[in-house]
């Protein structure tokens, strides 16, 4: 599985982003996915996730209301839109894809349960 995400940028606070990330695979409705950021001298952190079907999603609390994690499975493509960026929003954003399984909130924001993980993407919210 491959994962190329794109659709970051500079934007000012208030503002708004679309992330993709397309995969290359087969069968992409296999797959949970995932959102991640690491902002520099800090530690990956959750930002969102969905179910293969897009059924369920998670968020945590810190981007809850503001950013929407969606999915197109004949596209082979995850989306995250993002609004009401804040500064604390800059880092670098990552996709990820596991084999979908069990998928109940607490597993789906560990990184360590996701197989294949995207190059990045930067994104950078001035105040």
């Known amino acids: 599985v491959q994962l190329q995400a794109s659709g970051g940028g500079l934007v000012q606070a208030g503002g708004s982003l679309r992330l993709s990330c397309a995969a290359s695979?087969?069968?992409?409705?296999?797959?949970?996915m995932g959102w991640f950021r690491q902002a520099p001298g800090k530690e990956r952190e959750f930002v969102a996730a969905?179910?293969?079907?897009?059924?369920?999603?998670y968020y945590p609390d810190s981007v809850k209301g503001r950013f929407t994690i969606s999915r197109d499975n004949a596209k082979n493509t995850v989306y995250m839109q993002m609004n009401a960026l804040k500064p604390e929003d800059t880092a670098i954003y990552y996709c990820?894809?596991?084999?979908?399984?069990?998928?109940?909130?607490?597993?789906?924001?560990?990184?360590?349960?996701?197989?294949?993980w995207g190059q990045g993407t930067q994104v950078t919210v001035s105040s």
């Open positions: 695979v087969r069968t992409f409705s296999r797959y949970d």
């Open positions: 969905i179910n293969w079907s897009g059924s369920i999603t």
């Open positions: 990820a894809a596991r084999s979908t399984r069990w998928f109940p909130k607490n597993l789906a924001g560990l990184p360590s349960e996701y197989d294949y």
